[in-house]
């Protein structure tokens, strides 16, 4: 039951939810890509719930690679593959938001998370992105 509460709950969310099994197909989508690395029980994860949702929104609603001028928007439950989330880069405090270019971490997002400021930084990488395909 609680597997099934889970996809509904991912079903009416535009934020890709990766694992360790779908993590490298996320990192290979020709996009860069912003992860939260997230735990189901961090009241902060949840109070950036609704930015994190509207800017995935915003970034994957297209569908497409490269149509886009933002990051793929994803999140990992750090707290469920912990192991996997520190090899990756996590920094072992929740929430943790992390871009990644090419499969390797490149900036760490530090700053008040409101939609504003996530968009601000996740341009900075997308538009780049998006000048090179």
């Given amino acids: 039951p609680a597997a099934a509460?889970?996809?509904?709950?991912?079903?009416?969310?535009?934020v890709?939810?990766?694992t360790s099994a779908s993590w490298d197909a996320a990192m290979r989508s020709g996009r860069p890509v912003f992860v939260e690395f997230y735990a189901t029980w961090c009241p902060y994860c949840n109070a950036l719930?609704?930015?994190?949702e509207a800017l995935a929104e915003e970034a994957n609603a297209a569908?497409?690679?490269?149509?886009?001028p933002l990051p793929l928007v994803a999140?990992?439950?750090?707290?469920?593959?912990?192991?996997f989330a520190f090899s990756k880069g996590f920094a072992g405090g929740f929430p943790d938001l992390v871009l990644y270019?090419?499969?390797s971490a490149a900036a760490g997002f530090?700053?008040?998370?409101?939609?504003?400021?996530?968009?601000?930084?996740?341009?900075?990488f997308g538009d780049a992105g998006a000048c090179s395909a």
């Fill in 49 to 52: 719930k609704p930015a994190w």
């Fill in 110 to 124: 530090r700053g008040r998370r409101a939609l504003p400021e996530l968009r601000r930084f996740a341009q900075r």
């Fill in 63 to 68: 569908g497409q690679p490269s149509s886009s």
């Fill in 101 to 103: 270019e090419g499969g």
């Fill in 5 to 14: 509460e889970g996809a509904e709950a991912a079903a009416e969310t535009s």
């Fill in 16 to 18: 890709v939810e990766l």
């Fill in 75 to 83: 999140r990992f439950d750090a707290d469920a593959e912990p192991d």
